[in-house]
């Protein structure tokens, strides 16, 4: 049957390619291999976003008067409701947990070299944008830790030079955060960003699938694994795990919805952005008032956005990796770069 | 040997596959049904539909998880407070022939400002903002 | 008489020097001068009467006009020097006490204080007696730094007053002359009511003068302290005036007082109703129907509280697990009210109406602990959900690393 419906296609189409990919896609087996599924678990839990936020659009309501009573509606009235929408919070924050742990897993097997730059500049472009979805999404549910820290988020848009006053309304949809904003967030959260999201995410892929994994300089190599079945079965443990913990904390840890927006209530104290923007806030909270003029804030965004720079153009900074030779400075960087990233955001989460 | 109890594995797994897609399916299924009770009776700044007090009349809404009065003064004005008596915090209510906000455990009275005019309650009612949007009251805090 | 038109004469004659903003010779001379003489004028410019224009001479007579000590403070001008107590009470009331004067200042003012005051022990003492220790109008305002009642640094402020009377009444010697404990002022610190007004800074809580008056001072007779506890508690007096015990006035008993004290009420608690330390076992015997009506108000108070506690818990709990609990808060915020209700109740010593009044709050409590307890029961069925289809996923994932292990030998 299942012969009879693919000569149907062959038919139609070439599957050569598929079949390519299927059967005779293998990937490099040594001591580093491990590293390379949490790409696949990242892909994984932004499959689950797509789906649980399906359903979730199914009852809420984006308007300032209602976006908190539906949530609400979801989590108390609607079956397993409350596991959905917990799973779909908690995803999102495994989510960017596993792209930074893939991100930082390439990095240090080098895995940006030529000929894979696209791959990681399209990667780093996918955490950006899983950020955003993060950012947007946090306001939805219209409770008041989300919209003071949307305030205060959106507040450090207005220091752009120039424009920064303009580009604040833009995303506020007006001097402040109001219904309109909801409306803008949530637009920007269910069309723009999954559009872009997957034209991009496309691409990442189409890359990996046509350039394979890449093998780690200097790293002996045990031989390789067929893709399919073996390496999928390994991606597929990762899945069922990440699962468990997900259904685990969505039972044990149920995502809170907090208290409904009181746009006339002083802000509460503590107010802290989600644990992936953490380091920038602190950045920004650390800058003085000043320095030479220049407002403090626009240096530390000015600080962030070249910290980012350097990161995107790291397969054009790390010379000698492209040419397939050992690079200590970037791997010390790279351990700095964690190091620090850890410890401002445990800082900030502490004080 | 070796082969039946490849057999073996793959049965179970593919009875597993089964059981963790059902696990996974049935909340889904479950969640797409629609709900009997719908979202609209879940209402909290809604205080009351437009037709539904008369002069001279209160009533009690949800604010939060805290009750808050709504009262139609004489004069036909809206008028909206925390319901909380502020003396030991049980819950007030109108009297329309003393037109007044009784509470009626200890017998304190406030006057349609939220003021109190007699009994031990030592602060007025937090009165809020009320207007009418469409065919219903809206209540919100005030701007302090 | 004859003094009062002179001191008016002086009041409206000096009056007229005092408005001008030069500096008069008294304030001149005396602010130079040392510690006690220059510190009238220290305080008198803080006060309501150096803002309204009232200056020195207006009060203590002589010439403000002259730099020379000796016709300054001149006799024949009217120069009083300290006045005595006395003088003082006369001396305040030719202004206080003149209406049409005092409306020029604040049309709503009153003028009945040197009235009332007269009525007073306070007023009769310094009168009649000619008692100098009793107190007169700047015993309790201030000499010179006299400011209006209101305000949060006079003598007289809620926050303060107690502090104020307390300067006599918390003297002990002093007051076992008047035949006083003097232990009034300690006591009433330790109230609910010093509670209210200095650990809620509820400025509405009574102070001294809210039960005794205050210019017309008199110790409330067993008939009115009643009345003055009814004016905030007026539904405890309406339950109590329904009761049984209404009759306790004519009996001579002194009302709220029997039970809840005077000065250092503490907040009502069940014990006042327990079997063994219940407040009625003072006048009734173990045995009589009162005894028995005590022991079914306590049960139903403590039954109550005990089951509202309980609740209160479960709701919490089920909160703490994540549930939303608003609609079991709000209901609980309904039982609580009638839990209070209740409390109230018991001052028409009625079993009956007590447990009437309880009963409202046992079907609120009833509905709030079905919802704690489908909340619990919900948050269980999640838990053991996901140890079902956990365990499912996780022997699929053993299952899996097995399949793959077979593959690979």
Redesign the interface.
Known sequence: MLKKITAWVEDRMDLSTVRHLMLEKTVPKHRYTFFHLFGGAALFLFVIQIVTGILLLLYYKPTAGEAYKSVKFIITQVPFGWLIRSIHSWSANLMILAIFLHMFAKYFLKAYRKPRELTWISGFILLVLAMGFGFTGYLLPWNELAYFATRVGTESVGATPLIGHWLLQVFRGGEDVTGATLNRFFAIHVTVLPLVIIGILSIHLLLVQAQGMSKPIDVEEKGKIPFFPNFMLRDLMMWLGALIILLGLATFLPWELGRPVDTFASAPAGIKPEWYFLSMYQILKWMPAALAGIPGELIGIALINIGGALVLLVPFLDRKASREERSPWFTIFGILALVFLVAITVYAKLY | MALS??KF??G??GI??L??MA??MS??I????P?K?Q?TA????VAAKANELTPNTGKLF?F????GILIMTPDGEYRAFSA?CTH????VQYSSEEQQIWC?????HYDLNGN?V???P??PLEAYACFAKGSEIFV????? | MKMKIILTLFAIVSFGLGVHGEPTSCETCHTRLKGQLSQPVAQWKTSIHHQMGVNCANCHGGNPAVKNMKAAHSRKKGWIGKPGPIQIVKLCGTCHADEPFMKKYNPNARTDQLKNYLTSNHGINIMKKKDGRAATCVSCHGAHDILKALSPRSHVYPAKVVDTCGKCHGNKKLMMEFGISGNEVADYKTSVHANALYKKHDLSAPTCNDCHGNHGAVPPGASSVEKVCGTCHVMNQKLFDESSHKTWDEMGFKGCMECHGNHAIQPPTDTMLSTDKGICLNCHEPGEPAFKTMKAMHKALTGLKARLGKTREMVDRAAEKGMLMDDAMLTLQDAKTSYIQSRTAVHRFNTGYVEHVAKTALLDLDKVNRMAKNSLEEVAKRRSLFYGFGGLLLILLILLGLKIRSMEK
């Open positions: 109890r490849r594995l793959n179970l797994l597993f596959s059981g963790g696990a996974v909340p889904v479950q969640y797409l049904t709900v009770k979202e879940v209402s909290s700044v949800r939060g998880s805290k009750p909380i030991l915090g049980c819950t009626a455990c200890h017998n304190g109190v007699s009994g031990p030592p602060r919100q805090r005030q701007k302090s």
